[in-house]
């Protein structure tokens, strides 16, 4: 797995602290790098998946706290790769949130496919880690009071005097950080169709559920005008991505230029959802605490069935906004926020729950069948209006490029990221 070297520290068991701003300080002891980090702190309950958690790109500029109450005990695996070159146990090559936290961490792990502990694995990617804290009171505080900012300090006393440390991830394009910087390829050893993917932060499990099905994908920068090579496409795919989806005015203004000039279907996930519904013309609100667990139930409105899904979000579409030729598609049945939408008379659809639940559910898997159903529908009706057209990837467009995502780097501390942004 590729490593920042400067990053990396050896593994550090000294005091540490957690104190979230204008809240409460907890003492514990750290057990990843040795640094000090800033960041929005969000809890998850997902009880399994920390790698895939830890690596996800939307977790980015955020402090995860695990209500796990043990975390570790089957280490960390390999960055070994599949058939289609993607990371088998990864969601990306790094760690993308800034700090860890929890209540007790296993040194010592089991599992076959583990090749180094969660602490060493931390502080080979210079990201600090604290343990020995209540997190139930932590979370409990997250529940009532709503994401807050916090730091971890690891061999240093909270000074009050220091609180302009705390820096606001939510006021940077994070998608900017993690999207790659040019495109990339991965062939499909199943199948013909061609998507183009907007990646504002892809998942390698949502890429894998693609090409696993048929689907060869061009993944494009998130601000790159995507309308203007759709028609060399089957379908176009907005993946998941961390912050503020209002950052993205560049890809809102692309997305709706390609709604109005191209029929070709549309699907989005998590910010991808959101970014949709922005360039539809709804709005999106800031969720108090968010939703970040593998046990989430969502409501399919067309057919009555409850799915068991995973999330990782802190942003949702105002449905009250949604245009009158959208309709919402899911709901949460935890609390009624909106976890889907669909197009009345369009292939276009989302899902702010991830459907591809690498390390949860399984339940939704088929809703990209449901989106490669339409996109051979739509390859094969644009076969007949023009019999030459051919929008599979040549050879050498699938040599040139590269197969991995382009240009992105490890995750850093916020103070470095407010400063570079």
């Given amino acids: 797995m590729p490593i920042s070297k400067k990053r990396a520290t050896a593994v550090s068991h000294d005091r540490a602290t957690f104190?979230?701003?204008?809240?409460?300080?907890?003492?514990?002891?750290?057990?990843?790098?040795?640094?000090?980090?800033?960041g929005e702190a969000v809890f998850t309950t997902s009880l399994v998946g920390y790698p895939e958690s830890l690596t996800d790109p939307s977790y980015r500029g955020q402090i995860l706290v695990f209500t796990q109450p043990l975390i570790g005990n089957y280490g960390v695996p390999s960055s070994d790769r599949d058939e289609h070159g993607l990371l088998k146990y990864f969601e990306s090559p790094n760690i993308q949130a800034v700090g860890v936290v929890v209540a007790d961490v296993a040194e010592k792990y089991s599992h076959w496919t583990a090749v180094e502990s969660l602490s060493e694995w931390c502080a080979r990617e210079g990201v600090p880690a604290i343990s020995g804290v209540d997190t139930r009171a932590i979370v409990t505080y997250l529940r009532d009071q709503g994401s807050s900012l916090a730091r971890i300090t690891i061999g240093e006393e909270?000074?009050?005097?220091?609180?302009?440390?705390?820096?606001?991830?939510?006021?940077?394009?994070?998608?900017?950080?993690?999207?790659?910087?040019?495109?990339?390829?991965?062939?499909?050893?199943?199948?013909?169709?061609?998507?183009?993917?907007?990646?504002?932060?892809?998942?390698?499990?949502?890429?894998?559920?693609?090409?696993?099905?048929?689907?060869?994908?061009?993944?494009?920068?998130?601000?790159?005008?995507?309308?203007?090579v759709a028609h060399h496409f089957d379908g176009i795919f907005i993946s998941n991505g961390p912050g503020d989806p209002t950052h993205c005015q560049?890809?809102?203004?692309?997305?709706?230029?390609?709604?109005?000039?191209?029929q070709v279907p549309i699907m989005g996930i998590c910010l991808g959802h959101q970014l949709l519904a922005l360039a539809a013309g709804a709005q999106?609100?800031?969720?108090?605490?968010?939703n970040r667990a593998h046990n989430i139930p969502a409501l399919d409105l067309t057919t009555g069935r409850c799915h068991i899904t995973s999330q990782n979000h802190g942003y949702a579409v105002d449905t009250s906004t949604l245009p009158d030729d959208w309709k919402e598609y899911f709901i949460n049945l935890n609390d009624s926020s909106n976890e889907g939408m669909i197009h009345k008379s369009r292939p276009i659809f989302s899902t702010q729950f991830h459907p591809e639940a690498k390390g949860g559910p399984q339940d939704s898997h088929y809703l990209f069948d449901t989106y490669l159903d339409s996109v051979r529908k739509y390859k094969n009706l644009q076969s007949k209006f023009s019999p030459k057209r051919d929008t599979r990837p040549s050879p050498l467009l699938a040599d040139i490029l590269s197969k991995e995502r382009v240009g992105v780097q490890p995750t850093e501390g916020m103070a470095s990221m407010a400063a570079s942004a």
């Fill in 158 to 228: 909270y000074d009050a005097d220091q609180d302009e440390a705390f820096v606001d991830p939510e006021q940077i394009n994070l998608v900017r950080r993690v999207s790659t910087k040019a495109p990339f390829h991965i062939t499909s050893l199943h199948g013909d169709l061609h998507v183009a993917v907007i990646d504002c932060g892809v998942k390698e499990n949502i890429l894998r559920s693609l090409v696993g099905r048929g689907a060869s994908v061009t993944a494009f920068p998130y601000d790159y005008p995507i309308h203007k």
């Fill in 250 to 262: 560049e890809t809102v203004y692309h997305l709706r230029k390609l709604m109005e000039s191209s």
């Fill in 284 to 290: 999106t609100i800031k969720l108090k605490y968010g």
């Fill in 19 to 38: 104190t979230i701003r204008d809240g409460p300080v907890f003492h514990g002891k750290s057990f990843g790098a040795k640094s000090n980090i800033s």
